[in-house]
């Protein structure tokens, strides 16, 4: 390709809402635009990249055995009524009427599709297991639609769903997606991490995330020093938390607090540790047809995880209790406890399952009880809801775990009879008997890989791409247009590597060699040859843009060293 004829309007500015460098550099780089909140253009360069992702992707789902299909993006509402998730799934599924009043939705994901792909078609046993994929466009709308690519409205998505006629199926698939998504990752030159996930809106069994560690993400992944657990903070156990702190002395006893409304007042009241105090967390729950209070309680020295409390309630939100939903459940904010609490839904946290000497809110303004146990509870109040943090217990051997940011790049699920039974979709087996088929989904971000490969590789100049995946191999640079020894050298090299396949941009603009310089190091190629002043003297320069190292060759060896280099 020739610069002079390609299109990659490169630019110094940044776009104003910008932080992360893959949203800058592939903005300033011209690889995608803007075209509204979450909402983006991929120009050439932008779109090579898509289509080299997709490759790889591709090539590793067919090898796997997986079948090619398109969904059409634009799905009938009656798919989403019969799974029962038209009412249920949040904002982020965009409805709207067609000309006849009927509803559609611009698909987020697609197992309806894919459930009505196979339904009254796939009957026997004898046609499973089966794995159908695309890579297409979806649209969610996003409450916060940021960091350009990475988090838009409308992104591409490979996703594939699988059936199969037993439990013990699905794993093996479940299993085997797992080692195509590692084989995707390592040819796109990312290392990454697959952690135990939830499940959220998809549901199933079992899932987890395949993660790309990076300071700039927006996930949180917990981690043992010691084995192999791995997991998103939402779904993070941890050994329950000891202390070797004196727990106070009393037996259930009320006492008057006056303004200890928090948990540091009520722990330095009484002159205990926080863990002896159980902080109530009072959250408003959203579900379709109304919403209600909802308290959780929790050690005083955790964190409420929100997806656990999500989860825990099975509300379709959670949203901060104001003051008057407070007032409306009969609570009284900061004194506030299970024991004798009433008319309002409660959890509380499993580490709290029959905890001695402990200090909770009264339920009556300025007073708290001293020395509850709590253990007169229903078990179904019981539930996982603390945040896992730095320095707590690997739940399976008891290491040190540590948490650390990391981007979401694929997410695998064991869907089970979920979508089949609610929809009707079902096979006959070995016995003749009519069973819902059993289903997998597997899902990777197509254009956020995009971004995810700038964030794990960049510096201050710009992108880096690695040789495994990159838009161009080399940019072979002219310094002076004018020259026309450099202009004759740099045209007959590049039509030489093209001829070995080797996949090369020539930079002939007639521009200032420190424009061209910066747009390299911007675009960030692997490798530059830049053709200059040096070439009277048979030499030419090569530049390493990892670490922008430049090396002199002869000039007649330039096609034997970089086909070297990148072959
Ligand atoms: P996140 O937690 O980041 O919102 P998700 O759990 O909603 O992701 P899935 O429903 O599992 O994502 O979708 C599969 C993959 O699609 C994700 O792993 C991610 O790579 C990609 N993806 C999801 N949402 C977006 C988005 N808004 N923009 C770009 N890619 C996305
Ligand atoms: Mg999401």
Redesign the pocket.
Known sequence: MRFSKFYAPTTKEAPKDATLPSHIYLVRGGFVEQNGA?LYNFLPLGKIMLDKISRVIKEEMDEAGALNVDFSVVTSAELWRDSGRFDVFGK?LLRFKDRKENDFVIS??NEESAVAMVRGKVNSYKQLPLNLYQINT?F?D?AR?RFG???????????AYSFHASSDDLRREFELMQDVYGKILTRLGLEYKAVA?DS???GGSG?K??IVLAKNG??DVVSCNCCKYAANIEAAKRKPRVTDAAAPEANAAKFLTPNAKTIKDVAEFFKVAEFYCIKAVIKKAIYKEYQKAVVFFVRGNDELQDVKALNACGALELVDADENDVKDAGLVAGFCGPVGLSGVDFYIDNELKNANNMICGANEIDYHYVGVSVSSFNDDRFKDLVSVNHGDRCPECGGVLSVSKG?????V?MLGDKYSSAMNATFLDQNGKAKPFMMGCY???????M??MIEASHDEKGMIWKKQCAPFDLMIVISNMKDENSVNYAQNLYQELKKCGINVMLDDRNERFGVKINDYELLGFPYALVVGKGLNDGVVEIIKRDGLEKSQIKSQDALKNIKELLC
């Open positions: 979450g982020e987020p994901t979806k969610r996003e639609p690519i990475l988090r838009g409205r409308e992104f591409v998505m490979k996703d996930a959220g809106a998809i899932s995330e395949f927006e996930d981007i979401e790049v694929g997410h699920f899902g990777i971000g197509v254009s956020r890989l971004a995810v």
